[in-house]
Structure formats: C-alpha cells, structure tokens
C-alpha cells in the first residue's frame, strides 16, 4: 500500500472548517483513500474514502486532486467533538492478500477550540 | 445494535505470564481484525479472519502471538510469554464482508494490556 504523509497537528475554531491535508504520491491506479479518526481513548471510525472522484457524507468531504497524489478531508463545521486523530489511509480494494488490512501512519492530532 | 466489545477493558499480567483477549464482534459480521496501538502511534495490523480461517496473519510479530475464531464470530487472542513490550491496547474491528468489496471496519474501545 502506498505511503502517506500527514501534517502531526491542526488547530481550528470551533464552527469553522477544518481542512485536513493528506500526500499520496506514490498511490497507485487501484487503490482508494480512506479516512478514518480516533477521538481519545475509544478504537477509529470511519469517516469516508473515495477513489478519484469527490465524495460527501454527512460527517465529512473528500476532495482528491486530478492526479490524485493528495487529498483533503473537510469537515465543513467543527465542533469541539471533532477533535481527534485523523488518519489517511491507501489501500487497494482488490487482489493480493494483504487489501484486508487498514496500515496507519502517525496521523494528524486535530484540536478545535472555542 | 451492539457494537464490537472487547473484554477486559485492561489487564494486567507479569512478565511470562499466558494472557487471552476476547473479541465479539457485531453480528453477522464475517470479516474480524486485529491491531494493536502503542502509545503515540496509529493502529499496527495484526490479522484479519475471514469466517473462521486466517486470511492473512503476517502482521503477528513473532510465534508467541496466536489469534483463534472457531465458529466465525468471537475471536481471542492469545499471547504466551508475555513481554514488556507486548504492553499496548489491543483493538479488534469487524466488518460485514472481507475483501475485494470494501466494508467499513467497525473498531471496539480496546483491551489495554499492561506487563510488568
């Protein structure tokens, strides 16, 4: 899977977006981006992964860009329940033995405040 | 529903003690996986169960670890001459398929095994 690089720590006001950057520059054809956080003390949950297109849930968007070597996670209000670790993630969907695993890197420590 | 629960929530045990930790997952689930989280760092993978088989255990660090999940549902895993450094939170997180579809993983809050 490939390599991701995320910033270690944002800050953001409380209802503003937070816009959360993630570098994929190895990605390669097959393989999607996902989105997962971890609030302090409980296990990640998912947010929303997509392949190339934008994509948008009720808790966040996705934007990937054309060549699809980063993305961006928007989450359009944030609340002081958003702070977490976000964590970007490359994992090919299909074929070999290993597409079952979700691999996380260090992920990015986002504080909202009031 | 019932999420994924994970029992203990802590354990404490001494170093070359044998500890096993349980994992049920939601139900109907067929799909179960392990990672353990050090303090600081994102979740390591350790093995992912489709139904009852391990369909990839090479995330287990070394042959004292051994994951079971004999009727496709509860899974434990199982840890013999524990070691300081086994110290961690052990997550486990089921999804409704395995691969090639992909289904979200749902984690459970962790087992935090702590060896003195």
């Known amino acids: 899977d490939a390599k991701t690089t995320q910033p270690p720590s944002m800050d953001c006001a409380e209802g503003r977006a937070a816009n959360l950057p993630c570098n994929h520059s190895?990605?390669?054809?097959?393989?999607?981006v996902y989105w997962y956080r971890q609030i302090h003390s409980q296990g990640p949950q998912y947010i929303i992964h997509?392949?190339?297109n934008n994509e948008t849930n009720e808790m966040a968007s996705l934007i990937i860009t054309e060549d699809r070597k980063s993305s961006t996670l928007i989450l359009p209000h944030a609340t002081l329940r958003d702070t977490a670790v976000y964590y970007c993630?490359?994992?090919?969907?299909?074929?070999?033995?290993?597409?079952?695993?979700?691999?996380f890197g260090q992920g990015t420590i986002l504080t909202v405040h009031p | 529903g019932a999420g994924v629960s994970q029992t203990p929530s802590n354990k404490v045990t001494e170093k070359g003690k044998y500890v096993e930790l349980r994992c049920d997952p939601i139900?109907?689930?067929?799909?179960l996986y392990w990672y353990r989280q050090s303090l600081g760092q994102g979740p390591e993978f350790l093995i992912y169960?489709?139904?009852?088989?391990?369909?990839?255990d090479s995330g287990l660090p070394n042959d004292r670890f051994f994951a079971v999940r004999p009727e496709g549902s509860v899974s434990t895993l199982k840890i013999q001459r524990t070691e300081r450094g086994d110290s961690a939170v052990y997550l486990c997180?089921?999804?409704?398929?395995?691969?090639?579809?992909?289904?979200?993983?749902?984690f459970g809050p962790g087992t935090r095994l702590t060896v003195l």
């Open positions: 997180a089921s999804s409704l398929l395995g691969p090639p579809a992909y289904n979200e993983q749902f």
């Open positions: 190895t990605i390669s054809g097959n393989e999607y």
């Open positions: 997509g392949l190339k």
């Open positions: 993630i490359v994992r090919g969907n299909a074929g070999g033995t290993s597409y079952g695993k979700l691999t």
């Open positions: 139900s109907g689930h067929t799909a």
């Open positions: 169960f489709q139904g009852t088989g391990a369909a990839d």
